[in-house]
């Protein structure tokens, strides 16, 4: 079975930092690019980043850049979302998920297989 | 900015009934690149359709979707118990963005 699991949400203070990790399992993520997602509480999702499948080309949406960095770990096929500069609206439940693949050099796609989330927090 | 609106917000509906969801884009999707989830509280969002109307892996054939340009459609034929849930349009022609959701729930 192919599958994600997200990890390391919690509750953090404005300008904190925070690392999410996501294991996958069922699958290789060399083969895929690989994205976060977010969801605030009473908001819908928000893409966050993408990495390409060797890790050389990464996106980030504009709220978000310079404060977080995706990357990954093809050997231990894990993901990861280092967040720093935290602010009281990035606080979401932070999903990874698997981009299909794709013949072409696609920066954006749509996901095929979504863990169930981490929450974070950013409160005082 | 590109923005998908979804419609209506909640559809209350019986188990047997069709169901027919909306999602508008501001701005033409490019090469229909649209996609729909069903989202259920607790759980991983599942990918239904991609490419605007192809069915994903797994997924019954009363679900379909269709549109092009900047309308499109999911229209689930049959609801089934089990599909009483969130669903959201997502498009990746541009950047990429979600819809805020339908939520189908039971009448």
């Known amino acids: 079975e192919e599958r994600l699991v997200e990890s390391g949400g919690g509750l953090v203070q404005p300008g904190g930092s925070l690392r999410l990790s996501c294991a996958a399992s069922?699958?290789?993520?060399?083969?895929?690019?690989m994205t976060w997602v977010r969801q605030a509480p009473g908001k819908g999702l928000e893409w966050v980043a993408n990495?390409?499948?060797?890790?050389?080309?990464?996106y980030y949406v504009d709220s978000v850049r310079g404060r977080f960095t995706i990357s990954k770990n093809n050997g231990r096929g894990s993901l990861y979302l280092q967040m720093s500069g935290l602010r009281g609206d990035d606080t979401a439940i932070y999903y990874c998920a698997r981009e299909a693949a794709r013949e072409a050099y696609q920066p954006y796609y749509y996901m095929d297989v979504w863990g169930k989330g981490t929450t974070v927090t950013v409160s005082s | 900015e590109f923005v998908l609106t979804q419609s209506p917000g909640t559809l209350s509906l019986s188990p047997g009934e069709r169901a027919t969801l909306s999602c508008r884009a501001s701005q033409t999707v490019s090469s229909n690149y649209l996609a729909w989830y069903q989202h259920k509280p607790g759980q991983a969002p599942r990918v239904l359709i991609y490419?605007?109307?192809t069915r994903a892996t797994g997924i019954p054939d009363r679900f379909s979707g269709s549109g092009s340009g900047t309308d499109f459609t999911l229209s689930i034929s049959r609801l089934e118990p089990e599909d009483f849930a969130l669903y959201f349009c997502?498009?990746?022609?541009?950047?990429?963005?979600f819809g805020g959701g339908t939520k189908v729930e039971i009448k």
């Open positions: 069922g699958f290789s993520i060399s083969r895929h690019w």
């Open positions: 490419g605007a109307s």
């Open positions: 990495i390409k499948e060797d890790g050389t080309d990464k």
């Open positions: 997502q498009q990746y022609g541009s950047s990429l963005t």
